[in-house]
């Protein structure tokens, strides 16, 4: 079964940092070009970034609200996605959803984790 | 970025009645090396995680019941849940895969 599970979210002040990560299953990740997406009260359903396969040249790319900011990683030998998250601000509040497109099944999401930015 | 645009932003419609929910792309989600368009509905109810229903704009995911169904192609898309049911209340979204970033539809609030 192909599987994504996130963790790491919690409670976290502004300015602050985070972690998160993903641990996927049920699929070759090593192939995968895996996304993290984020569903945010003030803005709703947001893409926050995406890496490619260390094959296609590992690089990634983010949307602007967060480059420079946040910082997404894989380890391949451990089928893990991360998700660095550098001076963070309220606005960052929310679930994140870590996602990829499985070449059968389409898109698949993890459950989420949620962070909550507050002083 | 590819523009998802989502129609109605709600709908109250009577159980046992079709409910129709249309998205348009701003540009197409067919990929012609494999037939296929790019494109996801799901579900989400209040405090649950988002559920994948369609994938591929037509192909129905495990253990969605067949009421639901999506159809188009290319830029404009359906989903159809044939005969409302109290459990289907929810707010459905559009998403494009075809390349990133990955960009949903404003979600369509189903109501009994």
């Known amino acids: 079964e192909v599987q994504l599970v996130e963790s790491g979210g919690g409670l976290v002040k502004p300015g602050g940092s985070l972690t998160l990560s993903c641990a996927a299953s049920g699929f070759p990740f090593t192939n995968a070009w895996m996304n993290w997406v984020r569903q945010t009260p003030g803005k709703g359903l947001e893409w926050v970034g995406r890496?490619?396969?260390?094959?296609?040249?590992?690089?990634?790319d983010y949307a602007a609200p967060v480059r420079g900011r946040f910082a997404i990683s894989r380890d391949d030998s451990k089928n893990t996605l991360y998700l660095q998250m550098n001076s963070l601000k309220t606005e960052d509040t929310g679930v994140y959803h870590c996602?990829?497109?499985?070449?059968?099944?389409?898109?698949?999401w993890g459950r989420g984790t949620l962070i909550t930015v507050s002083s | 970025d590819i523009v998802m645009t989502q129609s109605p932003d709600s709908l109250a419609v009577s159980l046992g009645e079709r409910a129709t929910i249309n998205c348009k792309s701003s540009?197409?989600?067919?990929?012609?090396?494999?037939?296929?368009?790019?494109l996801a509905w799901f579900q989400q109810k209040p405090g649950q995680p988002p559920k994948v229903l369609i994938n591929w704009a037509s192909m129905r995911e495990s253990g969605v019941p067949d009421r639901f169904s999506g159809s188009g192609s290319g830029t404009d898309f359906t989903l159809t849940i044939s005969s409302l049911q109290a459990e289907d209340v929810a707010v459905y979204y559009c998403?494009?895969?075809?390349?990133?970033?990955?960009?949903f539809g404003g979600g369509t609030k189903v109501e009994i």
């Open positions: 996602t990829t497109v499985h070449l059968i099944r389409g898109v698949v």
């Open positions: 998403q494009q895969y075809y390349n990133a970033p990955l960009t």
């Open positions: 540009l197409t989600l067919f990929y012609s090396s494999n037939n296929k368009n790019y």
């Open positions: 890496i490619k396969t260390n094959a296609d040249g590992g690089t990634s």
